[in-house]
């Protein structure tokens, strides 16, 4: 083969791979067939509010209700016991009979009472930020520097970077460090899926009765004499990077029929519409990043999503914006949980849920929360990642200040007497999922080191 050739058979290569992700470091445990779970990390973009649902501090009685320096609006008495979780009440004015009641908000109750012996709480976690940009690297790195992957793309890359669709994305933190490439699945993410799993269909791709270009029989004969002709050059062929190109373009085309069975995947099933979410639109239309992620998954072209909602960064109104959002992201993952059980996937799923970081404990004059370093995060495995449920670990004060723990049995140290209590940070929370997901000894986790003590949160 000419290099003239060689550069015009690459080039093909790039577009025919489209949405693929192909490895780019050595791999760890990727066997060809994948069958470990479906890692989902869940990003509330833009720093939430855990004493407003799973770390609840309210003021102390009616008399208490004024109070400048309380958290938030609601009475502490008013404060739900689900299990082992505290569980925080709708502020005063969407409680029934207040100003905002909504009938069709969902709740944290009704998500704590249907998920509790699957959820892990951790409270009290310190980000050491209150950047935006470095809490959420922080969070979804185990890192406060840059270049470190996200724990997702960490994932995706180590187990599973042969699939095509290895690693989907909704924004977030998503670095891959060159360990795979990312998919954006948007909007425009959906309309290049359905072009390239139905090239032959000549306009709306998605409408299985679309006009096509050629018939079965003439697509056939091209399929064909394509894979003739690139069998030929690769038996001509001797240099061993020019054969690796021709290898991943057949490869590459191959798996365009795996692309295909995602495309009609997505809406092989009677899904949730947006009735189903009593009108909240932000709660559907994050349900439908996660049943993406389920349809590729059941596809078997992806291992690892990130999925996003965003508006939590609430610095006025915060009661108004903040609470109804948190309540629409619970929802949405109720609709994500219920649609991997109507899959058959609710045994195959991990969800790790965090933000960038907390909200100060006290209103600012606008009625907001400003920045604050101190957060929690919620986790939920499945049969083989056993995440222990009803559990909540770490805690903190009455103004919402982390208290630490010991490192071994993880009781918190609320009289502050433990020599060896430490503050439980992002590091900790990622050295544990690695352990999780058995990637800890991986080349990949080698060369992008947390140095952080094992806390086994996860009792793995």
Request: aromatic share 8%.
């Amino acid at each position: 083969m000419n290099r003239r050739n060689f550069l015009k058979y690459s080039t093909l290569l790039g577009a025919s791979t489209g949405l693929m992700s192909l490895p780019k470091t050595q791999l760890y445990a990727a066997g060809e067939n994948y069958d470990g779970p479906l890692w989902l990390t869940v990003h509330a973009q833009g720093g939430w509010d855990p004493t407003s649902f799973c770390d609840p501090k309210g003021y102390n009685g009616a008399a208490n209700v004024d109070a400048p320096a309380r958290l938030n609006n609601y009475d502490s008495n008013d404060i739900v016991k689900v299990g082992n979780f505290n569980v925080a009440p709708p502020p005063n004015n969407f409680q029934a009979g207040g100003s905002n009641f909504n009938e069709n908000l969902y709740t944290a109750e009704e998500f704590f009472t249907q998920y509790m012996n699957k959820l892990c709480v951790i409270n009290g976690i310190d980000v050491e930020t209150n950047s935006h940009s470095n809490g959420k690297l922080n969070t979804w790195s185990g890192k406060l520097r840059n270049g470190f992957p996200s724990f997702a793309a960490l994932v995706a890359g180590t187990l599973a970077s042969n699939l095509p669709m290895s690693y989907l994305i909704n924004g977030g933190y998503s670095f891959p460090a060159n360990l795979i490439t990312p998919t954006r699945m948007d909007s425009r993410g959906l309309t290049a899926l359905y072009e390239i799993a139905y090239p032959n269909r000549s306009v709306a791709a998605k409408n299985s009765n679309s006009a096509t270009y050629f018939t079965d029989l003439v697509r056939q004969a091209i399929n064909d004499a394509t894979n003739s002709r690139l069998d030929r050059l690769q038996l001509s062929e001797n240099l061993p990077r020019n054969l690796t190109a021709l290898s991943n373009m057949k490869l590459s085309r191959a798996e365009i029929d795996r692309l295909a069975t995602f495309a009609t995947t997505i809406d092989a099933y009677d899904s949730k519409i947006s009735d189903d979410f009593n009108g909240r639109t932000q709660a559907f239309n994050f349900y439908k990043q996660g049943r993406l992620a389920l349809a590729a998954y059941e596809a078997g072209v992806t291992c690892s999503a990130n999925v996003t909602m965003g508006g939590f960064d609430t610095h006025g109104d915060h009661d108004n914006r903040h609470y109804p959002r948190l309540m629409d992201l619970l929802m949405g993952l109720n609709g994500i949980m219920q649609e991997a059980e109507l899959r058959g996937l609710s045994d195959r799923l991990v969800v790790v849920v965090g933000s960038d970081f907390g909200r100060t404990n006290k209103y600012n004059k606008n009625a907001g929360k400003d920045h604050w370093p101190i957060t929690s995060m919620m986790f939920m495995g499945n049969s083989i990642q056993n995440i222990p449920g009803n559990r909540v670990i770490g805690a903190t004060t009455d103004n919402h200040k982390a208290i630490s723990v010991d490192p071994g049995t993880l009781d918190v140290d609320v009289d502050n007497t433990n020599p060896n209590s430490l503050r439980i940070t992002p590091a900790h929370i990622h050295t544990a999922l690695r352990k999780l997901a058995g990637i800890s000894q991986s080349n990949n986790a080698i060369n992008n080191p947390l140095n952080s003590l094992d806390l086994n949160l996860f009792g793995v």
